[in-house]
């Protein structure tokens, strides 16, 4: 648990800095070359660090362990986490899509530098480099936080591709008096910014289905089905239910035991089960048994 709180610290803080140096580059670069695609682009990269922020005060909260208000322990937090990236995916891309449309209804040219295209490939890099690591890390250590967190670089490298075809066709046209290219950059804009708001929804429409502890399906509890019939003295499964709780899963199990052994048999039954369970899956972080006499129905 430690080393996965490491991980998720370290890679939440790698994102602060990144985001924080980066907003200042493209801001300064955009002041500089006169490019308003490559500010707004700053601004985008500044609102990843409240992001970044919000995942790491949830993965913070997550590590702290049971107590008498949450005896489920904090996981959820990292759910919550979740929420706040997915929601602010999907203003972001509802920004992209206004300032897209009004892009195609009046759109007026700028004197960019060359320069801000180095600005923006640059950060595209970074933003691709960051989102590789971050979902790869999120998958491994099955932290839903990091891999929201991980979507939201790639939506900032998105938006830096849409600066980049801006100021592109900016220059372009410019020094080649074409027009007509200024229309290829809002229409691909209000497109990629669908897909950017599409993420957040995705996002959050998972996070808000863990936060009402829908139980794992049939094919995911196999496993834990399987194990729990490797206990000696396990003579029926009578209910197992798994749910999950931010980054790992409880579970909850009924079992019948022979009616004729003792209660402390039975309870060494149940806490065999509970160990098993536990050092045989690493997502497990807790199970709750309850015996049952067992008769033939």
Same mark, same amino acid.
């Given at each position: 648990?430690?080393?996965?709180? /490491?991980?998720?610290?370290?890679?939440?803080?790698?994102?602060?800095?990144?985001?924080?140096?980066?907003?200042?580059?493209?801001?300064?670069?955009? @002041?500089?070359?006169?490019?308003?695609?490559?500010? $707004?682009?700053?601004?985008?990269?500044?609102? #990843? %660090?409240?992001?970044?922020?919000?995942?790491?005060?949830?993965?913070? *909260?997550a590590?702290?362990?049971p107590?008498?208000?949450?005896?489920?322990?904090?996981?959820?937090?990292?759910?919550?986490a979740?929420?706040?990236?997915?929601?602010?995916?999907? +203003? @972001?891309?509802?920004?992209?899509?206004?300032?897209?449309?009004?892009?195609?209804?009046?759109?007026? $040219?700028?004197?960019t /530098?060359?320069?801000?295209?180095?600005? %923006?490939? !640059?950060?595209?890099? +970074?933003?691709?480099?960051? !989102?590789?690591?971050? =979902?790869?890390?999120?998958?491994?250590?099955?932290?839903?936080?990091?891999?929201?967190?991980?979507? =939201?670089?790639?939506?900032? *490298?998105?938006?830096?591709?849409?600066?980049?075809?801006?100021?592109?066709?900016?220059? @372009?046209?410019?020094?080649?008096?074409?027009?007509?290219?200024?229309?290829?950059?809002?229409?691909?804009?209000?497109?990629?910014?669908?897909?950017v708001?599409?993420?957040?929804?995705?996002?959050?429409?998972?996070?808000? =289905?863990?936060?009402?502890?829908?139980?794992?399906?049939?094919? #995911?509890?196999?496993? !834990?089905?399987?194990?729990t019939?490797?206990?000696?003295?396990?003579?029926r499964? #009578?209910?197992?239910?798994?749910?999950?709780?931010?980054?790992? @899963?409880?579970?909850?199990?009924?079992?019948?035991? #022979?009616?004729?052994?003792? %209660?402390?048999?039975?309870h060494?039954?149940?806490?065999?089960?509970?160990?098993?369970l536990?050092?045989?899956?690493?997502?497990?972080?807790? %199970?709750? +048994?309850?015996v049952?006499?067992?008769?033939?129905?």
């Open positions: 648990m430690d080393q996965r709180y /490491s991980k998720a610290q370290f890679a939440s803080i790698l994102g602060i800095i990144a985001n924080i140096l980066l907003a200042i580059i493209k801001g300064i670069a955009g @002041v500089l070359t006169n490019s308003k695609a490559l500010i $707004a682009d700053a601004f985008h990269s500044a609102s #990843d %660090v409240v992001s970044s922020f919000a995942v790491l005060i949830g993965i913070r *909260a590590r702290k362990p107590d008498t208000e949450h005896p489920y322990g904090h996981g959820k937090a990292e759910n919550i979740t929420l706040i990236v997915s929601i602010l995916l999907i +203003v @972001v891309g509802f920004e992209i899509l206004v300032d897209s449309i009004q892009s195609i209804w009046g759109h007026q $040219a700028n004197n /530098s060359i320069y801000a295209l180095y600005v %923006v490939i !640059f950060s595209i890099l +970074v933003k691709e480099g960051l !989102f590789q690591y971050k =979902h790869r890390l999120g998958n491994k250590i099955n932290s839903p936080a990091i891999i929201a967190d991980a979507w =939201h670089h790639r939506s900032d *490298a998105i938006s830096s591709l849409i600066a980049l075809a801006g100021i592109g066709l900016s220059i @372009v046209g410019r020094e080649y008096n074409i027009s007509v290219l200024q229309y290829f950059d809002p229409i691909a804009g209000s497109i990629i910014a669908i897909l708001a599409w993420m957040g929804f995705k996002l959050g429409k998972e996070a808000v =289905h863990v936060s009402l502890e829908t139980v794992l399906n049939d094919e #995911d509890t196999e496993d !834990f089905i399987q194990t019939n490797t206990v000696n003295g396990v003579k499964i #009578d209910t197992l239910n798994a749910r999950t709780h931010g980054s790992y @899963v409880i579970i909850d199990v009924k079992i019948s035991v #022979d009616p004729e052994i003792t %209660v402390d048999e039975g060494s039954i149940a806490a065999k089960l509970k160990e098993r536990i050092e045989q899956h690493e997502e497990v972080h807790d %199970v709750y +048994v309850h049952n006499p067992y008769h033939l129905n």
